[in-house]
């Protein structure tokens, strides 16, 4: 099983520029979230989805947008890049809320702005 | 919400148990505690979940006391490949999802 695959693994923009990290999950999980890791620090809640069709804030979503299109796909998109925005970014999904499921995380991508 | 207070580092020893404790003194009726491993360069992994009481799966055991202020991981005879972050988690999904990650402990095994 692949669980949660995410891409690039790396990347660096320039500041200003735009992206999306992709995140694909083929567990059939209805939760779906994207979390930030700066060094040294534990993880912060972006976005989360409970479903196709339904996204909403986390914690730290200002300069990040998201959609659910489909239950496996959730991308993450940086409109302008800033060097604030440097981190290791991680997707996770669960089969149901918090309660009672542990998450599966991605292996992360490590994204520079400069 | 849920603050969380963990120790910053630990040294063990292979072959020792391992006990890291996470302090979360306002958590809420709704929160679970949710203990999780992460590697260099790799996404955080599930250990282990509770409510109260003790939970125990085949790597770890969760001891939450009745006031749930406070919950203690237990590692088993570590080795060395349990060098790694450890994360507790207090988190709650009733009015959205509010998830509190502390900033982990060290665990350093040493030979």
């Given at each position: 099983?692949a669980?949660?695959?995410?891409t690039?693994k790396?990347?660096?923009?320039?500041?200003?520029q735009?992206?999306?990290?992709?995140?694909?999950?083929?567990?059939?999980?209805?939760?779906?979230?994207?979390?930030?890791?700066?060094?040294?620090?534990?993880?912060k809640?972006i976005?989360?989805?409970?479903?196709a069709?339904?996204?909403?804030?986390?914690?730290?979503?200002?300069g990040?947008?998201?959609?659910?299109?489909?239950?496996?796909?959730?991308?993450?998109?940086?409109?302008?890049?800033?060097?604030?925005?440097t981190?290791?970014?991680?997707?996770?999904?669960?089969?149901?809320?918090?309660?009672?499921?542990?998450?599966?995380?991605?292996?992360?991508?490590?994204?520079?702005?400069? | 919400?849920?603050?969380?207070?963990?120790?910053?580092?630990?040294?063990?020893?292979?072959?020792?148990?391992?006990?890291?404790t996470?302090?979360?003194?306002n958590?809420?009726?709704?929160?679970?505690?949710?203990?999780?491993?992460?590697?260099?360069?790799?996404?955080?992994?599930?250990?282990?979940?509770?409510?109260?009481t003790?939970?125990?799966?085949?790597?770890?055991?969760l001891?939450?006391?009745?006031?749930?202020?406070?919950?203690?991981?237990?590692?088993?005879?570590?080795?060395?490949?349990?060098?790694?972050?450890?994360y507790?988690?207090?988190?709650?999904?009733?009015?959205g999802f509010?998830?509190?990650?502390?900033?982990?402990t060290r665990?350093?095994?040493?030979a």
């Amino acid at each position: 099983n692949a669980g949660v695959t995410q891409t690039p693994k790396f990347r660096i923009l320039k500041i200003g520029q735009s992206m999306t990290l992709q995140c694909t999950q083929d567990m059939n999980h209805n939760y779906m979230y994207w979390y930030r890791q700066d060094p040294g620090m534990g993880l912060k809640l972006i976005y989360y989805s409970v479903g196709a069709g339904i996204t909403d804030k986390g914690e730290v979503p200002n300069g990040y947008n998201v959609s659910r299109s489909t239950t496996e796909d959730f991308p993450l998109r940086l409109e302008l890049a800033a060097p604030s925005q440097t981190s290791v970014y991680f997707c996770a999904s669960s089969p149901g809320g918090l309660g009672n499921y542990g998450y599966t995380f991605g292996s992360g991508t490590r994204l520079t702005v400069v | 919400l849920a603050k969380t207070t963990q120790p910053i580092s630990m040294d063990s020893y292979e072959g020792q148990e391992v006990n890291i404790t996470c302090s979360h003194n306002n958590i809420a009726t709704n929160d679970y505690i949710t203990w999780y491993q992460q590697f260099p360069s790799q996404g955080p992994r599930f250990i282990i979940q509770g409510y109260k009481t003790k939970v125990t799966n085949e790597v770890a055991s969760l001891f939450i006391p009745a006031d749930r202020k406070s919950s203690t991981l237990s590692l088993p005879r570590v080795s060395l490949s349990d060098t790694a972050v450890y994360y507790c988690l207090v988190a709650r999904n009733t009015g959205g999802f509010k998830t509190i990650f502390g900033a982990g402990t060290r665990l350093f095994v040493k030979a």
